[in-house]
């Protein structure tokens, strides 16, 4: 289908990836972004979106979340970290079957389109169901399956191969790419780590992987290994492959050094972080050594929403707070962090992460007639500060309409909520 969005203010990079304001129209052919202000040769629209007091903007990349875990979502909060992943989260993830994630998954995927999302970093443990909850609502997704394990033992190997035969299954979806996703380094031993390394060298995976989150996870890594998770990484080879590191939140120089070195992209989880009482990672530093910074939600269970532009305001303000420089994190880093850098950890800068002519047509058009981006003095401004997503009206990913003014034309919503609903009745927490 070929689709005109007409007269929009466009959000567009410049050479030195500093987003500015366009308005023209847009032309989309077969899923592809095909001119920028200027119709393509022989070009006819099969549907024109008015673009009339609408900004459209590349769809945002959350680059680590746990989608299947809004099912947990405000059921453990203000609580110790311990306490709330081994006392609250793990038993009831233990209690959860394969159908439980699917529409967990479902239901995250229509939470992040709704808030201008159009692709996301999924860490799982359900084989398939994020890959057939994404289909389903047409979002792109890069899958990965989490792995724990040590050594060759059984259940170890079995997820390693059940992230494979799924990757297998998933082939020719252009929406989906994978990922390996070796948990973290407490719960999966060095053996496991280098096999999962080699598996993704064998296959031409990237990894994904949760790094420094934790204060305990520091000092135990000293404690075990005489190293911090990002040196012992480093030793045993893994960001050899390119790699995703969640959190970072915890890093020494050298850990930075190391980050840039071998050009791992760091993605920040702010409001988990902060949540979790875990601290926050040192963005302004990252930048400044040339670190590739993406941005994530993490899982629902610590955020307790999978909402970007949440996301990208609170980056900002809390290093602006903890450093108390104002220019330490500016609204043009938080919007590359959540479309360019996260197409680029992705491995994707070639296909989404920015409207320009020859990628994907991955869009979200948000309705700027709203009292929060009222005046218009800086909609670059808006986006960072004063966006809270419901400003989010229509969604395209490869050129397909996935929400218009705010339905999803292939979600039973209701379905959905009703689903998730009867399935936490299990936990015994409902209201
Ligand atoms: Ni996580």
Not at 180 to 188: D, F, K, M, N, V
Not at 271 to 293: D, E, M, Q, R, T
Not at 372 to 386: D, H, K, T
């Amino acid at each position: 289908m070929n689709i005109q969005i007409q007269n929009a203010d466009i959000l567009l990079f410049d050479r030195g990836e500093k987003p500015f304001l366009r308005r023209c129209d847009l032309f989309i052919r077969e899923g592809c972004i095909a001119g920028i202000g200027e119709a393509p040769a022989d070009f006819t629209a099969d549907r024109v979106l008015d673009g009339t007091h609408r900004l459209a903007m590349p769809g945002l990349i959350n680059c680590h979340t746990h989608a299947y875990m809004t099912l947990m979502r405000n059921i453990a909060d203000d609580l110790a970290f311990d306490e709330w992943l081994f006392g609250n989260i793990s038993p009831i993830e233990d209690k959860l079957i394969a159908e439980d994630g699917y529409w967990g998954s479902l239901l995250g995927c229509m939470e992040m389109l709704r808030s201008g999302t159009t692709c996301f970093l999924d860490m799982h443990m359900f084989p398939g169901q994020s890959a057939r909850a994404a289909r389903e609502s047409g979002m792109r997704a890069a899958i990965s399956r989490g792995l724990v394990g040590s050594g060759d033992d059984e259940g170890g190997t079995r997820r390693l191969h059940e992230a494979l035969s799924e990757m297998e299954e998933a082939k020719g979806d252009s929406r989906l790419s994978f990922l390996l996703a070796p948990h973290a380094i407490y719960t999966c031993d060095e053996a496991y780590l280098r096999r999962v390394t080699q598996a993704a060298k064998e296959q031409g995976l990237r990894l994904h992987i949760h790094v420094s989150e934790s204060r305990n996870e520091i000092e135990n890594a000293k404690k075990q290994f005489g190293a911090s998770p990002v040196e012992y990484l480093a030793r045993i080879g893994l960001f050899d492959v390119p790699t995703v590191a969640a959190h970072c939140v915890h890093l020494s120089e050298e850990d930075i050094d190391i980050l840039a070195e071998k050009g791992v992209s760091a993605a920040t989880n702010p409001v988990s972080n902060c949540k979790l009482a875990n601290g926050f990672a040192p963005i302004p530093k990252l930048l400044a050594h040339g670190v590739n910074v993406c941005l994530g939600t993490d899982g629902a269970a610590s955020n307790n929403t999978l909402n970007l532009f949440r996301e990208m305001g609170f980056v900002s303000l809390v290093h602006k707070g903890v450093t108390g420089d104002p220019l330490a994190v500016g609204a043009a880093d938080t919007l590359k962090m959540a479309t360019l850098a996260g197409a680029r950890a992705l491995g994707l800068e070639k296909t989404i992460g920015s409207i320009e002519v020859g990628k994907r047509a991955d869009i979200v058009l948000l309705n700027t007639d709203c009292p929060q981006f009222s005046p218009r003095n800086n909609l670059i401004s808006a986006l960072a500060y004063s966006a809270n997503g419901s400003e989010v009206d229509t969604v395209l990913v490869d050129g397909e309409i996935v929400l218009e003014h705010r339905a999803f034309p292939g979600i039973d919503e209701e379905r959905v909520r009703y689903e998730v609903n009867r399935i936490t009745e299990k936990f015994g927490k409902q209201e």
